[in-house]
């Protein structure tokens, strides 16, 4: 099973790469954030041409995520259980006795803000959501673009950027407190090394080719499918493409 995240920071602007991308890798599944897309406006007939099934929640121009599969999608949740907010930054779904939590962590604005308050409000509902809804010995994915880069390895400038909303004690805190449920991160299974990111961003001059960079994007497994991975790494082809988003793919894959 290979499964693969995106925040694509426009669906239908990036579509041409993301169609491009599931032909050649024929992933299983792909999970995508930032479509910035209406419900209406969703180009289904695209993705039913490409072969792959999709379950989505869409807003205009902001947020929205998507989980696109070539095996059928059952039991789709859009949002926390309880709670109309947010129905746009999360989408849980059953694929193959595999549940798929995709979100779009908020990114905060300012330490300062009610913003940054809500994001690690946000964590902390998470949190409860997995409490509610799974046990950690399920098999479950924890996907997305969660806007915080785990470790000093995962930016460009650990000691610059401390105290960014990405970068922060109080994120890393608000992380650690829903990893601990029963998580795993796939991608440091695999890989060790510093410099290995998923966002560069546009307003930093040649940052891709300086790589100056996060890990924002993550694939977390609870334990019994993480023992089932067999590789995780970061696909940098789709961040070097005509009209790129700042985002690339995270991709793992498990024998599953």
Same mark, same amino acid.
């Given at each position: 099973?290979?499964?693969?995240?995106?925040?694509?920071?426009?669906?239908?602007?990036?579509?041409?790469?993301?169609?491009?991308?599931?032909?050649?890798?024929?992933?299983?599944?792909?999970? /995508?954030?930032?479509?910035?897309?209406?419900?209406?406006?969703?180009?289904?007939?695209?993705?039913?041409?490409?072969?792959?099934?999709?379950?989505?929640?869409?807003?205009?121009?902001?947020?929205?995520?998507?989980?696109?599969?070539?095996?059928?999608?059952?039991?789709?949740?859009?949002?926390?259980?309880? @709670?109309?907010?947010?129905?746009?930054?999360?989408?849980?779904? @059953?694929?193959?006795?595999?549940?798929?939590?995709?979100?779009?962590?908020?990114?905060?604005?300012? &330490? @300062?803000?009610?913003?940054?308050?809500?994001?690690?409000?946000?964590? #902390?509902?998470? #949190?409860?959501?997995?409490?509610?809804?799974?046990?950690?010995?399920?098999?479950?994915?924890?996907?997305?673009?969660?806007?915080?880069?785990?470790?000093?390895?995962?930016?460009?400038? &650990?000691?610059?950027?401390?105290?960014?909303?990405?970068?922060?004690?109080?994120?890393?805190?608000?992380?650690?407190?829903?990893?601990?449920?029963?998580? /795993?991160? /796939?991608? #440091?299974?695999?890989?060790?090394?510093?410099?290995?990111?998923?966002?560069?961003?546009?307003?930093? &001059?040649?940052?891709?080719?300086?790589?100056?960079?996060?890990?924002?994007?993550?694939?977390?497994?609870?334990?019994?499918?993480?023992?089932?991975?067999?590789?995780?790494?970061?696909?940098?082809?789709?961040?070097?493409?005509?009209?790129?988003?700042?985002?690339?793919?995270?991709?793992? @894959?498990?024998?599953?």
């Amino acid at each position: 099973m290979k499964v693969a995240s995106f925040n694509v920071n426009s669906l239908r602007i990036r579509l041409p790469i993301v169609l491009q991308w599931l032909s050649e890798t024929q992933s299983d599944i792909l999970c /995508v954030q930032e479509t910035k897309v209406q419900d209406i406006d969703f180009p289904a007939d695209e993705f039913e041409r490409s072969g792959y099934k999709y379950a989505f929640k869409g807003q205009k121009k902001y947020n929205g995520v998507a989980i696109f599969s070539r095996s059928e999608i059952t039991d789709v949740q859009i949002g926390f259980d309880d @709670e109309p907010r947010d129905q746009a930054r999360l989408i849980k779904a @059953e694929i193959n006795g595999v549940a798929i939590v995709n979100t779009y962590v908020p990114q905060g604005y300012s &330490p @300062e803000s009610e913003k940054f308050e809500y994001k690690l409000n946000w964590f #902390r509902r998470l #949190r409860t959501f997995f409490d509610k809804n799974f046990r950690p010995t399920d098999p479950v994915l924890w996907v997305g673009d969660f806007n915080v880069a785990p470790q000093p390895i995962d930016v460009y400038d &650990p000691e610059g950027l401390l105290g960014h909303v990405c970068f922060h004690p109080a994120v890393h805190t608000a992380l650690t407190e829903v990893m601990q449920w029963g998580f /795993v991160d /796939v991608f #440091r299974m695999h890989c060790d090394q510093p410099g290995r990111y998923t966002f560069w961003d546009f307003r930093l &001059p040649n940052s891709v080719k300086r790589n100056l960079g996060w890990r924002l994007d993550h694939i977390m497994a609870t334990r019994p499918l993480a023992k089932k991975s067999t590789a995780c790494y970061i696909d940098k082809k789709p961040r070097l493409a005509d009209r790129p988003s700042d985002h690339t793919l995270i991709v793992a @894959e498990f024998d599953w």
